[in-house]
């Protein structure tokens, strides 16, 4: 989990802000079984998030050929619609929330917004990320305004350790340890 769980739980804190509470689901397929393998390779974290929305995560690091493949997949609903990440980078679909005053019917949805970037391998966002990074820096961004930020990494990081926990208790909910207080005043400084 600590190794497969950070880049998607990073994704959803950037979406959706800070995770309340977490159940943490884990297992590993016949093959891994099979061999005696100690790897818990699929992973099922339900969350909700600290604005109400609630979503999952399904991680099974290419080891699982159903659903929507590859390394990890992403979906949330919210107040303000749904969205689904695919494949960690592959596609990305939003249903927006029906405006105000418009109702759907059982089994419609509202027309879906649908992105595909193309890029099929996870090592092909590596390069933009620490151009991000180092962008930042040549720039003179303030540390608490980088992109990726320790505060973001420590969330992420305590989000995993929930995860852990609940898988360890049996599909617990935990909440997950709180963050440290921001320096200086939140209401102008967005982190």
């Not at 929507?68 to 990440?85: M, N, Q």
């Amino acid at each position: 989990m600590k190794a497969f769980l950070t880049h998607p739980f990073s994704v959803m804190r950037y979406f959706c802000g800070d995770i309340r509470d977490v159940q943490a689901f884990a297992t590993k397929p016949g093959f891994r079984k099979n061999k005696g393998d100690l790897l818990l390779s699929i992973n099922s974290v339900h969350v909700r998030f600290v604005n109400d929305a609630v979503g999952y995560l399904l991680s099974h690091r290419g080891d699982a050929v159903w659903g929507l493949g590859g390394w990890w997949s992403v979906e949330v609903a919210g107040s303000k619609g749904t969205f689904c990440i695919e494949n960690c980078i592959e596609k990305l679909t939003y249903w927006p929330a029906p405006k105000p005053g418009t109702s759907l019917g059982i089994g419609q949805e509202a027309e879906p917004e649908v992105f595909n970037t193309g890029i099929t391998d996870f090592g092909a966002t590596f390069p933009n990320r620490i151009h991000a990074f180092l962008e930042d820096v040549t720039n003179g961004v303030p540390h608490e305004h980088l992109r990726a930020s320790g505060r973001d990494a420590l969330a992420t990081l305590e989000y995993i350790w929930a995860a852990i926990e609940s898988y360890e208790n049996d599909g617990a909910v935990v909440r997950p340890a709180p963050l440290p207080p921001i320096h200086g005043d939140p209401k102008v400084e967005q982190i």
